[in-house]
Every structure is written in structure tokens, then in C-alpha cells.
């Protein structure tokens, strides 16, 4: 079960404001509780919250979230601003609501946590390495002129390759405008879309 709601839970992670967090409607859906219950109980025990538990999104990062994430377009339409539960705030979101399934899938969003940190923590090392082989490489064709042009041609590659690699990719940016309707192409040629007018 880990194996398979881990890496689902981590697609529900967003960085925001330099944190790893979890929307609320995410948090609440995973707890199986509605968002409104949970931002309930989260007002009854607020001294639980402190600010690197939890913090309330801006107009600007609510619609940076919409625009980035296809599941919260319903937020849209809302006039709620989400809270956004960072590790520690997602654990005690889990002790205060106390039931079974929220205790549960708390441990799931603690690992799916853990599991991001652990590997953007061994990303991190990665680049530091690389940098430290591209300062020897440097040092080399500085201090030797045996390097031919072909071989630091392919070592340069090879760096890139392996830092490209390392970097987590960017969220992908929904495009501004409006988009074509997949059916219209297969439309024949002098077709019109609109539906034909009912005689009268």
C-alpha cells in the first residue's frame, strides 16, 4: 500500500514560499474529512498551528496554485483562501482531527515528506560533486595542454547530462489563451460548428 500512495501523496506536494505543503482540499481529502471540518478544527486548536505549521495562501499564490495544479480548478470559484499545511502542520492536522483514517494517512504524508526531502537532499550532494569535478577538469586543461578539444567537448556533455539529471523538473505552466478543441480538426473541411436551426 506505502508503495503505491507515497509517490501519489508526493504529487500533491507544492513549493510555496521556499516550503514543501499540502492545500487543504488535499490534506482533507487524504484525512477523509471535508476541507470545512478540518480548517474547523484547525481554528478550535490554533495555538497548535504556529506559522511553520501552517499559513493561510495571498489572492496572487491562490491563483498561481489554480493555474499550476488541474485537480484545485474548483478553488477557483471560491472565495475561501486555502491554508497551506507544511510536514509538521500535515501531522498535527492528524492529531486533532483523531480519527482512524487521518491517523493513518498521516504516516503516508509524513513518508511521501521524508521521501522528497531524502531526494532532493542526495540531488543537492550530486551538484555539489559535479561542480567540484568541473573545478579539477578546469584545473586540468589549465594545467596540462593534453586535453584534446574533442575530450573536454565530451566531458563538458557529460556534466551537463548528469546535472540535467539531478535537477527536479519545474510543474508544468498551463498556456495563457485559449486552446483548440481536439474534435475540430476532425471536423470535414466547410462543416460548421454550430448546430443546424430547427425549422419552423
Same mark, same amino acid.
Given at each position: 500500500?506505502?508503495?503505491?500512495? +507515497? @509517490?501519489?501523496?508526493?504529487?500533491?506536494? =507544492? #513549493?510555496? %514560499?521556499?516550503?514543501?505543503?499540502?492545500?487543504?482540499?488535499? !490534506?482533507?481529502?487524504?484525512?477523509? +474529512? @471535508?476541507?470545512?471540518?478540518?480548517?474547523? =478544527? #484547525?481554528? %478550535?486548536?490554533?495555538?497548535?498551528?504556529?506559522?511553520?505549521? !501552517?499559513?493561510?495562501?495571498?489572492?496572487?499564490?491562490?491563483?498561481?496554485?489554480?493555474?499550476?495544479?488541474?485537480?484545485?480548478?474548483?478553488?477557483?470559484?471560491?472565495?475561501? !483562501?486555502?491554508?497551506?499545511?507544511?510536514?509538521?502542520?500535515?501531522?498535527?492536522?492528524?492529531?486533532?482531527?483523531?480519527?482512524?483514517?487521518?491517523?493513518?494517512?498521516?504516516?503516508?504524508?509524513?513518508?511521501?515528506?521524508?521521501?522528497?526531502?531524502?531526494?532532493?537532499?542526495?540531488?543537492?550532494?550530486?551538484?555539489?560533486?559535479?561542480?567540484?569535478?568541473?573545478?579539477?577538469?578546469?584545473?586540468?586543461?589549465?594545467?596540462?595542454?593534453?586535453?584534446?578539444?574533442?575530450?573536454?567537448?565530451?566531458?563538458?556533455?557529460?556534466?551537463?547530462?548528469?546535472?540535467?539529471?539531478?535537477?527536479?523538473?519545474?510543474?508544468?505552466?498551463?498556456?495563457?489563451?485559449?486552446?483548440?478543441?481536439?474534435?475540430?480538426?476532425?471536423?470535414?473541411?466547410?462543416?460548421?460548428?454550430?448546430?443546424?436551426?430547427?425549422?419552423?
Amino acid at each position: 500500500m506505502s508503495a503505491v500512495l +507515497v @509517490p501519489r501523496i508526493e504529487g500533491r506536494i =507544492q #513549493v510555496i %514560499r521556499g516550503l514543501r505543503v499540502m492545500i487543504d482540499v488535499d !490534506l482533507a481529502a487524504l484525512y477523509g +474529512v @471535508p476541507t470545512k471540518r478540518l480548517n474547523e =478544527q #484547525v481554528k %478550535r486548536n490554533r495555538e497548535r498551528f504556529p506559522a511553520d505549521f !501552517l499559513f493561510q495562501l495571498t489572492p496572487t499564490e491562490k491563483a498561481e496554485v489554480v493555474a499550476n495544479c488541474d485537480h484545485l480548478q474548483k478553488l477557483k470559484f471560491s472565495k475561501v !483562501l486555502p491554508y497551506a499545511f507544511t510536514e509538521h502542520g500535515a501531522i498535527q492536522a492528524a492529531n486533532v482531527l483523531a480519527s482512524a483514517q487521518a491517523v493513518e494517512m498521516g504516516i503516508y504524508v509524513v513518508r511521501a515528506f521524508v521521501h522528497l526531502r531524502e531526494a532532493l537532499s542526495s540531488n543537492a550532494d550530486v551538484a555539489k560533486r559535479l561542480s567540484e569535478l568541473e573545478m579539477k577538469t578546469e584545473s586540468l586543461e589549465l594545467s596540462h595542454g593534453t586535453f584534446s578539444r574533442n575530450t573536454r567537448l565530451q566531458l563538458r556533455q557529460l556534466l551537463d547530462a548528469v546535472r540535467e539529471l539531478t535537477t527536479p523538473p519545474q510543474p508544468p505552466k498551463r498556456p495563457i489563451g485559449f486552446l483548440p478543441l481536439e474534435n475540430k480538426k476532425d471536423q470535414p473541411k466547410g462543416s460548421s460548428a454550430r448546430p443546424a436551426k430547427k425549422a419552423t
